[in-house]
């Protein structure tokens, strides 16, 4: 069953008062320095017809269907055979006036009508300005859709981006846990006196991990503090078997980052760390010049194997964070030399970041 499509009264209405004023602006000219009232009359009732059908004609057939779609030689081709059909029906429109209203009468004939140039001029020039106006407002409607859709899909990219930084906190969290709680249960064991310090150390952990991993940024300030804290942790686990050298400048409490950004580095080199001499070294490097952070982490290893699983799941997430965070805006690498593996961080224009966050916050 076809459906008909409604049109508003509105949109009717306006149609209406418009070609009304057409008719009075076509009788306005052909009356002009003439008394032949009746003339043009029927004259300008002849040529309105006329001047809607080629209107909606153009509007609604040769512009959408081929001008919008890039069809230019189908659209000059059907408008040559418009303006053809427009010339054809005026003549025949003068014609038919002369005869059956002045009777052949040419002398009575109101001059701006017996210019058939001119007449058709009038009737191209209100084809033209309609279609003009059309064009613009397909234009707007097209701009204003493509502008929506770009909106959509940023809308749909930032809750895309949300969601996987919220499920890669939550990868975090579990491979954090079960360390932690594995040193515990074996103090546990062993009945330590040093059971409760490490459960207050892990307390603050987890305060930090669950209240403030969910916020964008955290001061850096307070990374470095959790850092040592968690260092704190591997101490009672590693007793004399591990030696850290940590080193960091003065930290800004203004200078904010990713939250649980560099800790995932210090359990990384710890769990993949191998002891060297009896010992597990780890050297950890906090540096803030010329507004760029730079950490940088080495352990202690022997299977060079084992290096290569350094990789895993825990950096690749941290990868993928820092893409979604610091796009084009961070270097990370690492170097084998001796039984160092060592890798570097560098974060550039934190301030900037930092906009960029809290708007897309």
């Not at 230019?72 to 059907?78: D, E, R």
């Not at 014609?95 to 058939?116: G, R």
């Not at 330590?192 to 459960?199: A, N």
């Not at 940590?246 to 760390?273: T, Y």
Request: hydrophobic residues 45%; proline residues 3%; contains cysteine.
């Amino acid at each position: 069953m076809i459906q008909i499509r409604r049109i508003p009264f509105r949109t009717i209405l306006f149609h209406t008062l418009f070609w009304v004023a057409v008719w009075f602006f076509f009788f306005y000219f052909f009356s002009y320095n003439s008394d032949k009232v009746d003339y043009a009359l029927w004259f300008s009732s002849g040529l309105l017809p006329l001047t809607i059908g080629v209107t909606y004609f153009v509007n609604y057939r040769l512009i959408p269907r081929y001008l919008l779609a890039k069809r230019y030689w189908k659209f000059a081709l059907y408008s040559f055979y418009t303006f053809v059909y427009i010339s054809y029906v005026i003549s025949l429109l003068i014609y038919t006036c002369l005869i059956l209203v002045l009777k052949f009468n040419l002398n009575e004939m109101p001059p701006m009508s017996k210019n058939f140039f001119f007449v058709l001029l009038l009737v191209i020039i209100v084809v033209g300005i309609i279609s003009f106006v059309s064009i613009l407002n397909q234009s707007f409607k097209t701009a204003t859709a493509n502008k929506e859709l770009q909106n959509k899909i940023l809308e749909t990219q930032l809750q895309l981006k949300d969601q996987e930084l919220h499920y890669l906190k939550r990868q975090i969290h579990p491979h954090f846990l079960f360390n932690t709680l594995n040193t515990i249960y074996g103090f546990a064991l062993k009945q330590s006196k040093q059971t409760p310090d490490i459960i207050l150390k892990l307390s603050n952990l987890l305060d930090y991990i669950l209240y403030q991993v969910n916020k964008p940024l955290v001061s850096l300030k307070e990374e470095v503090l959790h850092i040592q804290e968690y260092i704190e942790l591997e101490k009672v686990r590693f007793q004399d078997t591990l030696k850290v050298d940590f080193k960091s400048s003065e930290v800004n409490e203004e200078i904010q980052v990713a939250p649980m950004l560099l800790i995932p580095f210090v359990e990384n080199a710890f769990k993949h760390g191998n002891l060297v001499d009896g010992f597990l070294r780890i050297k950890i490097e906090v540096r803030i010049e010329n507004g760029c952070l730079e950490f940088e982490i080495a352990n202690s290893f022997i299977d060079e194997d084992n290096v290569h699983k350094n990789g895993g799941l825990g950096l690749l997430n941290i990868r993928k964070r820092l893409d979604l965070n610091y796009p084009s805006n961070y270097e990370l690498t690492h170097e084998i030399k001796g039984n160092w593996y060592t890798t570097k961080l560098v974060i550039c224009d934190l301030t900037k970041t930092e906009q960029s966050n809290q708007k897309d916050d």
